[in-house]
């Protein structure tokens, strides 16, 4: 079955304890794979972009990085602002069919 | 550019209405979604369209029809509403060609049936 897998369900860090969120999948003909943040009440915001293993993208205190299964968003030195829900996503398959993972609620405490 | 525009923001139904709830893009996008997102929840995806006049369910496709006469309209209709439809609908487009990027998302409505 075609899935994505995300976690921890939720993570609360320090401000400043840097950590690692997953993002595992099971679908064939991977195109990419997505990391969107999401406010409360709001829409996904575009994070980044990954295309092939081995492919690394930063952001700020975010870097994502890709393998042939999974997916990692590292956040360093988390500041309370970066608290959010991050949400992974996959297009895959000819048809172009993006799912998403159920997200990891981020929690920075000052 | 407007971006991706959903309307209505706000709905409340009533158990076995119907309702269209409109999605519109003018950024050319060929491929289009739609997604609902319960509470607390990940989005799930309704159904897909990658051109006019071509579309595809998704993961949860039950209850829900799709047309797509045109690139910019993706219109989503709920037949019979149920409470079990109560959710936040995002509706989404991302470019065609090399270098998807990311999509674009609408502001979502919010659908309450009671």
């Known amino acids: 079955e075609d899935q994505v897998t995300q976690s921890p369900e939720a993570l609360r860090l320090q401000e400043g304890e840097s950590s690692s969120l997953n993002c595992s999948y099971t679908?064939?003909?991977?195109?990419?794979l997505f990391w969107y943040r999401q406010d409360p009440g709001k829409g996904p915001e575009f994070l980044f972009t990954?295309?092939?293993a081995g492919e690394e993208k930063e952001k700020e205190r975010l870097k994502a990085t890709l393998t042939k299964k999974e997916s990692f968003l590292h956040i360093t030195a988390p500041k309370p602002e970066d608290s959010a829900t991050y949400l992974c996503?996959?297009?895959?398959?000819?048809?172009?069919?993006?799912?998403f993972g159920s997200g990891t609620r981020l929690s920075i405490r000052p | 550019n407007a971006g991706v525009t959903q309307t209505p923001k706000f709905r409340i139904l009533k158990i076995g209405q119907s309702m269209t709830l409109q999605c519109t893009q003018d950024?050319?996008?060929?491929?289009m979604y739609w997604y609902r997102q319960d509470p607390g929840m990940g989005l799930k995806l309704i159904y897909y369209?990658?051109?006019?006049?071509?579309?595809d369910k998704g993961e949860v496709p039950n209850g829900y029809n799709v047309s797509r006469s045109t690139t910019e309209d993706f219109p989503l209709r709920l037949e019979l509403a149920a409470p079990s439809q109560t959710s936040v609908y995002f509706c989404?487009?991302?470019?065609?060609?090399?270098?998807?990027?990311?999509?674009?998302f609408g502001p979502g409505t919010r659908l309450t049936v009671l």
């Open positions: 990954l295309y092939s």
């Open positions: 989404a487009s991302i470019p065609l060609g090399g270098g998807y990027n990311e999509q674009f």
């Open positions: 950024m050319n996008h060929n491929y």
């Open positions: 996503a996959v297009m895959y398959s000819s048809a172009s069919k993006i799912i």
């Open positions: 369209s990658v051109g006019a006049g071509i579309t």
């Open positions: 679908v064939s003909g991977l195109r990419g």
